[in-house]
């Protein structure tokens, strides 16, 4: 496999481990790539008194420019925008569910 992540060329094999337990109720604990880090799961879990460890390979770092996921309120329900870091609410929001991607 080849692939560039983080501004560098890697050649070699990949490998994804997934455990899974429906975030049920005896974790106390759960350790997840960055990655695949999700305010739904995020909040699923606080829903449940889990703590979330996420890795440090959380994929692109957020621009200078940019606000992070993290920083907004999102409705979880619906997927769509809350509140940004400032306190509004939205003129407009979108959610692509195919991407999952809302903005």
């Excluded at 699923?44 to 920083?71: C, H, P, W, Y």
Aim: charged share 30%.
């Amino acid at each position: 496999m080849y692939r560039k992540k983080g501004g560098k060329k890697h050649v070699g094999y990949s490998l994804n481990l997934v455990e899974d337990h429906s975030l049920s109720n005896e974790i106390e604990t759960l350790s997840v790539d960055g990655a695949y880090y999700r305010v739904e799961t995020v909040e699923k879990a606080k829903e449940k008194d889990i703590e979330m460890n996420f890795s440090q390979l959380t994929g692109r770092s957020v621009q200078k420019d940019q606000i992070g996921v993290d920083q907004f309120t999102i409705d979880t329900e619906t997927n769509q925008i809350v509140q940004c870091p400032a306190g509004q609410s939205p003129v407009e929001t979108k959610y692509n569910e195919e991407k999952d991607v809302c903005g």
